[in-house]
């Protein structure tokens, strides 16, 4: 009896701490209200940093969209497959000093994202313009 209750206190504490991580697949949301889901990004971790590829497009007729208003090495690349979130590191409760591209204009905003305290399987990700920002809440992919 004892040996169960470790084991089920050890399932449910890594059930806890893997619903705090920024790492695994998000919905980006198109409309809040309805739940409606505009794609998924997958969020790892590669060489300390972490990273965000956008990996399904809801609207199967966009999935060959190019980034043709980004720069650089993304210019008339296809949407689906783009690292959309780049070298973030970890800075307590949060993830800092990112980037965050928006495949639509093409434009790179500085980033930070975090787990919502509230709400666990809501990922706060936030993009700054100088002193101003925006914050789209994505949602916890849950399989």
Same mark, same amino acid.
């Given at each position: ?43 790892? =971790?590669? *060489?300390? $940093?972490?990273?965000?590829? %956008?990996?399904? @497009?809801?609207? !199967?007729?966009? &999935? ?6 980004? =720069?650089? *090495?993304? $210019?008339?690349?296809?949407? %689906?497959?783009? @690292?959309?979130? !780049?070298?973030? &590191? ?21 980033? !930070? ?31």
């Amino acid at each position: 009896m004892k040996y169960l209750f470790l084991t089920f206190t050890c399932l449910f504490l890594s059930q806890i701490s893997l619903g705090q991580s920024v790492l695994g697949k998000w919905k980006v949301m198109k409309d809040e209200e309805t739940g409606e889901v505009r794609s998924i990004i997958n969020i790892y =971790e590669d *060489e300390g $940093k972490v990273n965000g590829e %956008l990996i399904e @497009i809801m609207d !199967k007729s966009k &999935e060959n969209n190019l980034c043709s208003n980004c =720069e650089g *090495e993304n $210019k008339n690349k296809r949407i %689906l497959g783009l @690292i959309l979130l !780049k070298d973030f &590191e970890k800075d307590q409760d949060e993830y800092v000093d990112g980037t965050v591209l928006n495949p639509n204009d093409g434009k790179i905003y500085k980033s !930070k994202i975090w787990i919502d305290q509230d709400h666990p399987n809501v990922l706060n990700v936030r993009g700054y313009i100088g002193i101003f920002y925006k914050t789209m809440k994505w949602r916890r992919l849950l399989e």
